[in-house]
């Protein structure tokens, strides 16, 4: 059984660009999470989907992000007109149903963007 | 949100017990105390997580005070595999705005051959 895939692990954009960041749950999973990691920072909570939903987005930037769980397919999280601050590991995770919080996040490895 | 309260870091030998402590004083009667940890370069994991009984896994042991303000995260024989930052989260026992950790700190955990 697979786990939670990320993928690209690395990415390297100019500012100006646009970053596009793709997290596969794992199977069976309805509930994505995204988290970003600044340098030397702790995670953060950025935005919580279910499918075709947004449930939560208060960790979210209020301008240049969005984040989309489709019915097919893998959530993703966009950056558009991409700025140094925001060079990060950007980590997903993925849980079955809410669980009264008992439930476990399963992450992925991340990807680290690179903002020139 | 109840807050949590950890060590920034600590040391141990290498095949030695580990505890890890956190205080959580404001702590709630439906609130779980979850473990996890972040191995270098890579995604968190979970460990463990309680709300009063001590609990066991493969991976750890968490102790819970009588009180609930504070827990122990115990690793038995600690490897340097183990060496990573480990945090201490409280989750709200409700289905509904709960479903985000909310990463503290944490205590990076430092293993000595």
């Known amino acids: 059984n697979a786990g939670v895939m990320q993928n690209p692990r690395h990415l390297v954009r100019r500012r100006g660009q646009e970053a596009r960041l793709r997290c596969s749950p794992m199977?069976?999973?309805?509930?994505v999470y995204w988290y970003r990691q600044l340098p030397e920072e702790g995670l953060k909570f950025m935005v919580y989907?279910?499918?075709?939903?947004?449930?939560?987005e208060s960790g979210m930037p209020k301008e240049r992000f969005s984040a989309e769980f489709p019915k097919e397919g893998p959530s993703i999280l966009r950056i558009q007109q991409v700025v140094r601050g925001d060079s990060a590991a950007y980590f997903c995770?993925?849980?079955?149903?809410?669980?009264?919080?008992?439930?476990?996040?399963?992450f992925g490895p991340g990807t680290r963007l690179t903002v020139l | 949100d109840a807050k949590t309260t950890q060590p920034n870091s600590m040391e141990s030998n290498e095949e030695e017990p580990v505890h890890l402590p956190c205080n959580h004083s404001?702590?709630?009667?439906?609130?779980?105390i979850h473990w996890y940890r972040q191995l270098p370069s890579q995604g968190p994991e979970y460990v463990i997580h309680?709300?009063?009984s001590n609990v066991n896994n493969r991976m750890a042991s968490l102790a819970i005070a009588e009180d609930r303000k504070s827990s122990t995260l115990i690793l038995h024989r600690a490897t340097l595999r183990d060496a990573a930052v480990y945090y201490c989260?409280?989750?709200?026992?409700?289905?509904?705005?709960?479903?985000?950790?909310?990463f503290g700190t944490g205590t990076r955990l430092t293993i000595i051959p």
């Open positions: 989907l279910q499918k075709e939903n947004i449930i939560d």
């Open positions: 309680g709300l009063t």
């Open positions: 404001t702590i709630s009667g439906t609130d779980y």
């Open positions: 199977k069976g999973h309805s509930h």
């Open positions: 989260i409280l989750r709200y026992g409700s289905n509904f705005g709960n479903e985000k950790l909310t």
């Open positions: 995770a993925s849980s079955p149903l809410p669980a009264g919080g008992t439930d476990t996040q399963y």
